[in-house]
């Protein structure tokens, strides 16, 4: 399978199975639709035909580099990827999204955890849930040496006491255990202050840091209780933190919704605020709310992802620095088989623990009945939803086995595809429609860059 598009004046072809993408002149990108796997040596009467504004000694010259790409498996590639079936199963946790809160200081009106509190009353997580959990991940992943933990909310600087005790409990288990924690939190920075800045970048491999972009946008929907916007209390607190950092991980993460179909001004907003690594993700929420995205607004996501992309090429060939997470792609190696196929593992290598206790395939599965895998008490989880979360790949996905962009999303989402389109192997199509422009954004711009080495 081939996928080509043009883009920014860049002709460009992937050839799904091996990865290669060849950026075309226009002869030869047009020339391409009589190219397969089986295509003879000499170019076929039918192509001169169709190409007659160009001379027959263009016209085989280019047919002739195309056949030569066929031939050493670069082009029309066959998908050997079903050797992977067998090795596909249930494999040791090395991730755990720890839920140190069910309780947030803000109430944004897209918020998937219920502003908060999943649907099932604030709390906070206790060090002795905190300790089992972290037990639970050790005695649960096998030889895994390199395990992450994220602290998750709500809000997980409401419980920070807690989260720093996990940190120096986990701290105590890594030699006796042979292994190495790497830890995250994600905030919206209303508690940060200088202790718990220092705390963050000595401790916390990466942090998140939640922000809309511009103001208007940002306190349009990201409030306190008493209904007053954020962004004028924060934006100094994450300066603060990421020129503190020094370098370290870290990114600035938020969410766009039909509010604000130009969100490539947010993420240049943030970008002039001095954060050049930066995640703007689209909602995905019931599609009756007035915020949520429609099929119909993916013409216009769509030209914004390419707006956006032509302004990261301009900064980059400054000389400057950004990143934009869709756009982050790894043409070279890239994630291994297993991953490709199957992407995040979310009930198979990844779970999520609540303040009671409760494990779930991740963060945004807790509170839905029905998935609940077990208890840390229990010591244990459901094998058959392991199974399950650990089948769940592009093989198994109707939508997925036809699309060229399978082996990048990873067949998307599972708990998106849950909730919005009633089961884990359905299809979400906003968010597939979405995925596959941010990949020919990101394929574009690393053509764009490499025209400047």
């Given at each position: 399978m081939i996928h080509k598009f043009s883009l920014n004046h860049y002709n460009i072809v992937l050839d799904v199975c091996s990865g290669a993408v060849h950026v075309l002149d226009d002869l030869s990108f047009r020339l391409v639709d009589f190219?397969?796997?089986?295509?003879?040596?000499?170019?076929?009467?039918?192509?001169?035909?169709?190409?007659?504004?160009?001379?027959?000694?263009?016209?085989?010259?280019?047919?002739?580099?195309?056949?030569?790409?066929?031939?050493?498996?670069?082009?029309?590639?066959?998908d050997d990827y079903d050797q992977f079936i067998g090795k596909i199963a249930p494999a040791p946790v090395k991730a755990m999204c720890l839920h140190i809160a069910h309780d947030c200081n803000l109430r944004c009106d897209y918020c998937f955890a219920a502003k908060g509190d999943f649907g099932h009353g604030r709390k906070l997580m206790p060090l002795e849930v905190g300790k089992k959990a972290i037990d639970f991940l050790l005695n649960n992943s096998g030889n895994r040496r390199n395990l992450e933990v994220d602290f998750f909310g709500g809000e997980p600087l409401m419980n920070f006491d807690v989260v720093k005790q996990i940190v120096e409990y986990a701290r105590s288990k890594e030699a006796e255990y042979q292994k190495k924690f790497r830890f995250t939190v994600t905030?919206?920075?209303?508690?940060?202050?200088?202790?718990?800045?220092?705390?963050?970048?000595?401790?916390?491999?990466?942090?998140?840091?939640?922000?809309?972009?511009?103001?208007?946008?940002?306190?349009?929907?990201?409030?306190?209780?008493?209904?007053?916007?954020?962004?004028?209390?924060?934006?100094?607190?994450?300066?603060?933190?990421v020129r503190r950092r020094n370098g370290q991980q870290y990114y600035v993460r938020g969410?766009?919704?039909?509010?604000?179909?130009?969100?490539?001004?947010?993420?240049?907003?943030?970008?002039?605020?001095?954060?050049?690594?930066?995640?703007?993700?689209?909602?995905?929420?019931?599609?009756?709310?007035?915020?949520?995205?429609?099929?119909?607004?993916?013409?216009?996501?769509?030209?914004?992802?390419?707006?956006?992309?032509?302004?990261?090429?301009?900064?980059?060939?400054?000389?400057?620095?950004?990143?934009?997470?869709?756009?982050?792609?790894?043409?070279?190696?890239?994630?291994?088989?297993?991953?490709?196929?199957?992407?995040?593992?979310c009930g198979n290598e990844y779970v999520a623990v609540t303040p009671e206790g409760d494990i779930y395939p991740c963060h945004q599965f807790v509170g839905i009945d029905g998935f609940k895998m077990g208890t840390l008490d229990e010591g244990v989880i459901d094998p058959a939803m392991k199974q399950a979360f650990s089948k769940a790949n592009v093989f198994n996905k109707p939508h997925c086995r036809n699309c060229w962009a399978r082996f990048y999303c990873s067949g998307g989402c599972n708990a998106n595809s849950q909730q919005y389109a009633g089961g884990i192997l359905q299809q979400h199509e906003v968010s597939c429609e979405l995925e596959r422009k941010r990949l020919e954004c990101a394929i574009m711009l690393k053509a764009a860059l490499a025209d400047q080495e």
């Open positions: 190219t397969s796997a089986q295509m003879p040596a000499r170019c076929p009467e039918e192509a001169y035909a169709a190409l007659s504004d160009y001379s027959r000694d263009e016209v085989s010259e280019a047919y002739g580099e195309l056949y030569t790409l066929v031939q050493d498996g670069l082009l029309h590639t066959e905030t919206n920075g209303l508690l940060l202050d200088d202790d718990i800045m220092d705390y963050i970048n000595r401790e916390m491999d990466n942090v998140v840091l939640s922000i809309d972009g511009r103001k208007e946008i940002n306190d349009s929907l990201r409030v306190t209780p008493n209904g007053k916007g954020c962004y004028d209390i924060i934006v100094p607190k994450f300066q603060e933190l969410t766009f919704t039909r509010k604000n179909l130009d969100f490539s001004k947010d993420v240049l907003h943030l970008y002039e605020l001095g954060f050049d690594q930066i995640s703007i993700e689209p909602v995905v929420s019931d599609p009756n709310v007035p915020y949520s995205l429609k099929l119909e607004d993916v013409p216009a996501v769509a030209q914004e992802y390419e707006r956006l992309a032509k302004e990261i090429i301009k900064i980059r060939k400054s000389g400057k620095s950004i990143n934009f997470f869709h756009f982050m792609l790894d043409l070279d190696q890239g994630p291994c088989a297993i991953k490709r196929l199957r992407g995040c593992s």
